[in-house]
């Protein structure tokens, strides 16, 4: 007798089959509909953002006509030529690589040494969190300004206080050398990034448990080992990020070199942001000046992998992971 075809099996599988074919569309869905919530930021993120940047790159390679505003011919790697070509442009690199890591750099020191008063209890600090967290809202020209008039040469601030207490014999005009004058921006700038990074280095020694000091201590741990074995290791992770993010910022610093200087004396403050500007909008010639921003750019991504790779490498000397 012939036995009878197991039903159960097929009807199983047909099951299946149906409930895959289910969950698929319903993924499809669930998908097309997040890719339609998100649809609004990816358009505005394009035009902000990708627009411009690859409308940049089309100026950098090609002839801009000024009379009729319109793209010209193509020219390839012409206008990076020119800019190469250019005696001062080297300097101007290296200029704006010295800016960013002095800024970068000594923002993080002033900042992480200003978190560590503010980390302990005395009579004020609240007070004095305020002051430290108040350049942050100042805005840029204004600083600018603010700094130019300590820093003028007959009626400044810095001149009056080094000539009373015997620093120097006569007043110098701290704005007309170019080596003087680069270091005058760089402390303007400091002083708007060390707010960002009190900020941060507070939260960051306020979420150490205060055990590991103890234990130190109970260890025969002196103040300076206990700095340097147990604090700086657990503020190295919170460090090297904040000094890229500055250094990011410093590279595309503008407003303060624009008030103080306009890139003189002899474009000894020009950075590679301002030269930007001095090309699109001194001489007109916007094929130079997108050349200038995609080196500028170039040269920020250099500096920030080699900083990546140091950060790397610091995690593995701390037996930690990427």
Known sequence: MQAAPDLSAAHSGT??????????????????????????ALVLVAGIFL?????????????????????????GLENYARLLANPGFIDTIWRT?????????????????????????????????????????????????????????DVGFVNALLYRVGLID???IWLGDGWT?????????????????????????QSIPQQLFEAAAVDGATVWQRFRYVLLPLMVPIAI???????????????????????????????????VYREAFQSFDLGRAAAAAYVLLLVTLFVVLVMSVVRHYLTLRQGGTT
């Open 181 to 205: 004058a680069l270091h005058v921006i760089a402390i303007a700038e400091i002083w708007k990034a060390i707010p960002f990074m009190v900020l941060f280095f507070l939260a960051g020694l």
């Open 15 to 40: 099951a299946i089959a149906i409930g895959g074919r289910r969950a698929g569309y319903l993924r499809r869905r669930d998908m097309a509909f997040s890719l339609l919530l998100v649809a609004p």
């Open 51 to 75: 627009y411009p940047a690859v409308f940049t790159l089309t100026l950098s390679v090609t002839e801009f006509d000024m009379v009729r505003l319109q793209i010209g011919e193509f020219v």
């Open 241 to 275: 990020p904040l000094i890229l993010i500055q250094f990011v910022w410093a590279m595309k610093a503008f407003d303060t070199i624009f008030v103080l200087t306009r890139g003189g004396p002899a474009g000894s403050t020009t950075t590679l942001n301002y030269l």
């Open 97 to 153: 690589i010295y800016f960013g890591l002095l800024i970068s750099v000594a923002a993080t020191v002033f900042g992480f040494l200003i978190a560590l008063l503010l980390d302990q209890k005395f009579a004020g600090r609240t007070v004095l969190r305020v002051v430290v967290v108040l350049p942050w809202a100042v805005p840029p020209v204004v600083a600018g300004v603010l700094w130019g008039q300590m820093f003028h040469a």
């Open 170 to 172: 006569q007043y110098r």
